[in-house]
């Protein structure tokens, strides 16, 4: 008996040396941390707080802080039913805080952080935007032992122009170079009066006033930055953008300047200009500012001297129009009769029965049809669908200027004109027999008309145009003659 219980105590001892320890989880084991952001677009933007056109986060970039040693992680990001989240980084349990939080998206070779923008940034506390915030950077968290932690971190919207506005303590200025280029303008009213109300009488109504105007800032394709001389004395603005050096970068300015649309005031597009990394941009006077170092533009005609760029007056008009054209009774003193309606007032146009002409022997258009159509002034052929901006407007408008010089014309002698400025083999038919008065007027018209612009009390043609799905011409565009 002694034996057995002594072998017994030997096996219980044995076990109990081969059965090996559980400590348990370590409390120092690195615990998963994932930040978080609500994505509705973006966030603030300068000029408009509801959008964003930045390109989508491709990672993002953290600075992490603790006991005053900084590390920076570069996890990437998804999108999850409207919430943006990194890839989770391993932390040791304690105090930490964040100190940088910049959404990037990449460009180039994926192994090259270097040209790749900022989209979002977190700004700080203390900054002009950092005061619009709840919890602006940093952010404190703890890390607790076996917890895996989110963090949500408030984003806003990120432009180049105003990134001193984040109160960032890191930028991409010791990897690029912030330049400027200045601009000022002139806007040229044909009724000055047309304005009260608006901004412009901050600095007096006048024939020849000093433009309202914004620039947007467009780098590869992508909105940079927005600047503005609203509520500014006359002088140039100063617009900045950054040049990333050992990349190509091009850029487009686009200029809109405040205008009366309707009976209402708004920034209208004008046009664009474009340049090549710290390049000049080409003007009508040759290639950069001039010895003032200021890009000048005027709208209107009523500045006599050689400003970098011209743009032709400004006519109010709807964007969009009901067109019905029909057949003119005799006699007739048009091709076409159009009655356009559109709602709103204000316009250099109203409803109504106009005088029509066609420019274009390509298409047709039903009689009696209601048309919903676009509506461009012949002015700006750059905002015009492709096709019909290659047209001959100058030469149209030449002559629609000049009809006097040719008497006893007819509407068809007209017509047959502009139908050869548009196709030059047109001769006329049965139906549109040609004369010698549609030869004498095509002829002016390609002799006096390449760069015409109307002048104070000339005339401009007023286009319709409806476009298909695939932004293609379908029907005939016809236009009438208005006062600009």
Known sequence: MKKLLFLTAMVAVLLSSCTPENPG????????VIFTSTFDGGGFKSDDP?????????????????????????????????????????????????????????????????????????????????????????????????????????ILCYEESSYADFGFVWFKITETTLHEKWFFGDFCTKNYMDYAGSDYETNGLQVDMPAIFKIEVYRNGDLRGTYSNLGQAPGPLAVNYIDRPGVTDNFELKVYILVKIGNQFDYKYFGSWFFVDDGDIFTQNGSGPGDDGVYDFVLGNCNAGAADFTFAPYMNLPETATLTVSTPAAPRDAYLDALVAFTGTGYDMTSGTMDAFCFDRDHTISLNTPYQVDVYSSLYTNLMPDDMGTWEWDRLNWLI???????????IDLQNALWKLRDNTWNGNSSMPWTQIATDMYNAAVTNGDGFVPLPGNYAAVSFAHLNGQGELDIQVVFVIVDP
């Open 25 to 32: 989880p370590d409390p120092a084991t690195p615990q998963d």
């Open 50 to 154: 509801f959008s964003c056109s930045n390109p989508p986060a491709d990672y993002a970039m953290l600075v992490i802080e603790q006991g005053g040693v900084t590390t920076t992680y570069y996890p990437a990001v998804f999108y999850l039913n409207g919430v943006l989240y990194t890839q989770a980084v391993k932390l040791a349990p304690g105090d930490y805080q964040l100190t940088e939080f910049v959404l990037m998206h990449a460009e180039g070779d994926p192994n090259d952080r270097t040209d790749d923008i900022v989209v979002n940034a977190a700004p700080h506390a203390g900054s002009t935007y950092g005061d619009m915030l709840v919890n602006p950077l940093p952010v404190f968290f703890t890390v607790e032992k076996f917890v895996k932690k989110e963090i949500p971190v408030e």
């Open 401 to 411: 200027n000049h009809l006097g010089n040719f008497t006893g014309y007819t509407w």
